[in-house]
């Protein structure tokens, strides 16, 4: 099936499957129903977080940062990030979560991920927090 938000009507749509509001609409409470995808990309150097859903960190061959968008920009916006290593055991590299300057995640600046951890963090507006997640 296809996922389909009740309530709303997209205009602008552009592209197979892809919703497009125009003047940024507040929508409250949608219901979605059937299938749909979140987006998901590989990292296997440093980079800042953007506008996929999930992030999964290689640092098989070298220490790699994912620093997260600044929270007070992005309220509400939430990421998955995940550390799979190409080899089943861990390298001796780090997979760092680094919140922006000034901010933080649970509380502290940086967070270092063992080979298959992952967290689920959201913005609150100031700071990011850890709504979920795994540790291997």
């Keep these: 099936g296809h996922a389909t938000i009740e309530g709303v009507t997209a ?9 497009v509001f125009d003047n940024s609409p507040t929508i409250t409470s949608p ?7 979140l987006s998901v990309t590989t990292i296997t150097s440093s980079t ?3 506008d996929y859903a999930t992030y999964i960190i290689n640092a098989q061959s070298g220490n790699v940062t994912l620093t997260l968008p600044s929270a007070t920009t992005y309220t ?8 799979i290593d190409t080899y089943q055991h861990s390298s001796a590299y780090k997979a760092i979560v680094a919140a922006a300057s000034g901010q933080t995640i649970n509380g502290v600046g940086l967070i270092n991920l063992a080979n298959n951890d992952s967290i689920t963090i959201q913005s609150n507006g100031a700071n990011w927090v850890i709504i979920g997640g795994g540790m291997a």
């Design 48 to 50: 800042t977080a953007a």
């Design 76 to 83: 509400s916006r939430r990421y998955t990030i995940m550390r």
């Design 31 to 37: 219901t979605v129903s059937g299938n749909f995808n």
């Design 11 to 19: 205009t602008g749509a552009t592209g197979t499957g892809k919703f």
